[in-house]
């Protein structure tokens, strides 16, 4: 069964540093994608960052980027210059391509506190 | 634009009772989605509806539980009768044919 994994359930960061969240994954698959979700507290978890499996390049958005190693089944989040607003859970989430759209494997998470 | 919305946002419950959660999905998303996340354990998929029809139903942990999207719009989970293992956050989610999912900020469910 596909797995995803979360080794660090709470993380803290001083405002304005960088923090590198863990996630492993693993599929016999070899088309998929990978995903960052973020759920601050109380509210709806949003999107942060896709990565689709066939491409080489690790994904960006803004503060937001990944370390993809595929051979190594390893996707990393970091986030650099962090901000309060980052307190968050952060789940990692792989999902087959071609296979049940939403069907997402989800890891448990990981409890990011930003400190000022 | 309104974004996705579950009632009730807290529901306690006796072991034996019913509970119905609701999902307003973002207008005009075909795909709505379930999921459940037990206490320190991952979230998982339980279903996914395309307009009015399931299209995946292969989370659904027993027959116990009963999700409908009569008319293609909000949908509803029904379980009953719960049981104490029930307890937990259903989160809803719905897409417009995109990877990217909008999630709801789920309904937690506990079962005495």
């Known amino acids: 069964a596909q797995t995803v994994t979360q080794s660090q359930p709470e993380m803290s960061v001083q405002e304005a540093e960088t923090v590198t969240l863990s996630c492993t994954y693993d599929?016999?698959?070899?088309?998929?994608?990978l995903f960052w979700y973020k759920q601050p507290p109380s509210r709806q978890m949003i999107l942060v960052i896709r990565?689709?499996?066939?491409?080489?390049q690790n994904a960006t958005e803004n503060r937001f980027s990944v370390n993809f190693q595929k051979a190594a089944k390893s996707f990393s989040l970091k986030i650099s210059d962090s901000q309060l607003g980052d307190t968050a859970m952060y789940f990692c989430?792989?999902?087959?391509?071609?296979?049940?759209?939403?069907?997402?494997?989800f890891g448990k998470g990981t409890k990011l506190s930003v400190k000022p | 634009e309104a974004g996705v919305t579950q009632f009730p946002s807290h529901s306690v419950i006796e072991k034996g009772q019913t509970v119905t959660l609701r999902c307003d999905p973002i207008?005009?998303?075909?795909?709505l989605y379930w999921y459940r996340r037990v206490m320190g354990k991952e979230i998982k998929f339980l279903l996914h509806?395309?307009?009015?029809?399931?299209?995946?139903e292969s989370g659904m942990p027993n027959n116990r539980f009963l999700a409908e999207r009569t008319g293609g719009t909000y949908s509803t989970l029904k379980v009953q009768p719960a049981e104490l293992e029930d307890s937990g956050v259903y989160f809803c989610?719905?897409?417009?044919?995109?990877?990217?999912?909008?999630f709801g900020e789920g309904s937690r469910l506990t079962v005495l």
């Open positions: 989610a719905s897409s417009h044919g995109s990877l990217e999912l909008f």
């Open positions: 599929t016999s698959e070899n088309n998929y994608y």
């Open positions: 990565q689709e499996a066939y491409k080489q």
């Open positions: 989430a792989s999902l087959n391509y071609g296979g049940s759209q939403g069907n997402l494997i």
């Open positions: 207008s005009g998303h075909d795909n």
């Open positions: 509806f395309v307009k009015e029809s399931k299209q995946d």
